[in-house]
Each structure stands twice: as C-alpha cells, then as structure tokens.
T-cell receptor, first 116, second 113 residues
C-alpha cells in the first residue's frame, strides 16, 4: 500500500478483555515499530521488529502486552486483561532499515483504544 | 538518560507571523534529530531530520531547523505561518542501532487569522 495502515481505527473495550491491534507496514520496509500516545505519558516506544532478528521489547509496559510479526510484514499488538490506563492511541511505524542509523520512520494513523 | 524537552506546551501566533518551536535534548553523542507534525486525527508526518553536516536543515512545508551542539538544541522555524500549520509538533531523538525514537512532550500550535 501507499502508507502504513492500522486497524481498527477505534476500539472500545471493557476492562479485563483482550484486544488485538493490527499494523500493515509499507511494502518492502523491514523495520516495524509500535508506539503509544497517551495523555499522561506522551509518545512512548513499545517494541521494534527488524527482519528475522529478535524484537526489542524494552518499551513494553507490562507482560500483558505482546506483539508478533508474521512473515516479516503484518504485526499484531495484543493487550491482555486490559486496564483503563491502557487507553491511548497506538501508533505503528515502519522504515526501510537498510542499516543506516536514524532512518525515517513512517507512521500510520493509529488505533484509538478506550478501555471502559 | 536520553531525553527531549519541548518547553512550550502551547504557542499561539498570528497568521503570517514567524514561528520558532524550541527543542533541547540530553544525549551523550550527536544524536539523530527529527521534527514531526501531527494534525488532528492524523498520524505523525516527518517535517525534517538532521544527521550530520550542515547544521541548518530544510524541510517540507517551508520549515527549517538549526542544530546547535553548544546549546543541545534543535529549534524549528518558519518565517511566515499559515492557518494550516495549526497542529501539534514533536521533536524526537534517535539513538542506538535500532533507531527507536524518544519524543518530546509536543508543542500545540494555534494560528489566529
């Protein structure tokens, strides 16, 4: 596709339920990132995938959060037993990652999650 | 620890006026620096970036930014603001081999006609 796409655009869930957020990166981009944008914490890095390497999970806030990337393309961020503090906009980004540091990351429109 | 500070949470300017958004960073080496813009309901769009070389960087939409090592700053400027520039602006730093971005808190820009 022309850009990074994310689905759903909005998600409302009840506390304690699990949610899955999807990201389709730009075709050919090998690096994929998840960030979270919330009122209290601003924009925070969550997790990074690069090719077949082990992901960098250093930003995941708890073990309720997990992510996978299938076939080096689509990624799913899963939040188990959601809490109200998980309410935020979840942004996905991708980059070419040809080895140059500081490559431009292209962001998707985000998924707005509201936990009631 | 690495950090990015945007001291101005909100800025209001008149259309046609000049603009400067401040950004300071804390990092041991020369970082990779970025400015992103986020319009309401939209994702982040890259305005410009600095890696090395000329410290004055030109970006899209008429924006420019200047890297000043001595001040650990990377301020964003535009000589004449348009109403469509109203948005939130984020300064970010990339570090490490994985390029994960550290963002500032953002500056929300309002433009008066």
């Amino acid at each position: 596709g022309a850009g990074v796409s994310q689905s759903p655009s909005n998600k409302v869930t009840e506390k304690g339920k699990d949610v899955e957020l999807r990201c389709d990166p730009i075709s050919g981009h090998t690096a994929l990132y998840w960030y979270r944008q919330s009122l209290g914490q601003g924009l925070e890095f969550l997790i990074y995938f690069q090719g077949n390497s082990a992901p960098d999970k250093s930003g995941l806030p708890s073990d309720r959060f997990s992510a996978e990337r299938t076939g080096g393309s689509v990624s799913t961020l899963t939040i188990q037993r959601t809490q109200q503090e998980d309410s935020a906009v979840y942004l996905c980004a991708s980059s070419l990652a040809r080895g140059g540091a500081g490559e431009t990351q292209y962001f998707g429109p985000g998924t707005r999650l509201l936990v009631l | 620890a690495q950090s990015v500070t945007q001291p101005d949470i909100h800025i209001t300017v008149s259309e046609g006026a000049s603009l400067e958004l401040r950004c300071n960073y804390s990092y041991g080496a020369t970082p990779y620096l970025f400015w992103y813009v986020q319009s309401p309901g939209q994702g982040l769009q890259l305005l410009l970036k600095y890696f090395s070389g000329d410290t004055l960087v030109q970006g899209i939409k008429g924006f420019e930014a200047e890297f000043k090592r001595s001040q650990s700053s990377f301020n964003l400027r535009k000589p004449s603001v348009h109403w469509s520039d109203a948005a939130e602006y984020f300064c970010a730093v990339a570090f490490g081999g994985y390029n994960k971005l550290i963002f500032g808190a953002g500056t929300r820009l309002a433009v008066h006609p």
